[in-house]
């Protein structure tokens, strides 16, 4: 009779433990977005990145770029450069990623044609950058999320591909961050085995289906869990945007004079 009674209870248990969790046991918007900001991404890596973007037609266009990100505590700076073809060759971007909330980060493009430096204002990062479908504001964080430019909530778990994803729901904190964004509201399949996103949809400030991002080809590089690639398509216009990393390198390091001005000017 007791073996039975510890039979029932054992099974009792097991059942309890299988069910699926209940939602106020996930994890909140707010703890999903520091994990995924706490991931490690090397104190600095260096890559070519190759931009194909495709219009509704199919016609594509094609930049070879090589890009370098160091971290300087936990200020983050950034810097990319076309390589060809000839009529972008020599344009760059630089940009300054502060940790500070109440700091403007700092982003200066240079386009060889005006042969001068320009500051991209803040105002500016909802801005589409050099005919992609990914904004500034995109480009800056990489594979980060903006703390403070959002409030979020956590809406269920789902299964994306064969993985098990927490999907997220951020809200701008107001209409002028939402109109600086470009975004009303993003949806996020977030990978909690290694809080990487997997998949990203956004709508635009009325509320209209914007644009869906997938990121691919996810794998470990020097110990690093690394998208190889990006994949952006804007469902009102039929663009497309695909960015393929290669040569990526956390290890070489990263000299402090790339990340200037003068260096934006002068190239590689």
Partial sequence: ??????????????????????????????????????????????????????????????????????????????????????????????????????????????????????????????????????????IKKESKVSIEDYTRKTLREEVLDGIKTYVVESTPINHDIAKELGYGRVLQWVDPAIWMIRKAEFWDVRGNALKTIYFHDIRQVQGIWTAHRLEAINHKTGHKTTFTFSNIDYLAGVKDKIFTKRTLKRGL
């Fill in 1 to 138: 009779m007791n073996k039975a009674i510890g039979l029932l209870l054992n099974i009792s248990l097991l059942t309890l433990f299988a069910l699926p969790a209940q939602a106020g046991t996930l994890p909140s918007g707010d703890d999903i977005a520091s994990y995924i900001n706490k991931r490690d991404e090397g104190q600095s890596v260096s890559r070519n990145l190759l931009m194909e973007m495709t219009d509704r037609n199919g016609k594509t266009r094609v930049r070879n770029t090589r890009s370098f990100r160091k971290y300087y505590g936990e200020e983050k700076r950034t810097v990319l450069f076309y390589l060809n073809p000839n009529n972008v060759k020599g344009t760059a971007f630089l940009t300054y990623d502060y940790p500070e909330a109440d700091k403007d980060d700092d982003q200066w493009l240079y386009l060889p044609a005006m042969r001068k430096v320009r500051r991209i204002s803040a105002s500016n990062r909802g801005d589409y950058f050099l005919g992609t479908d990914f904004t500034y504001e995109d």
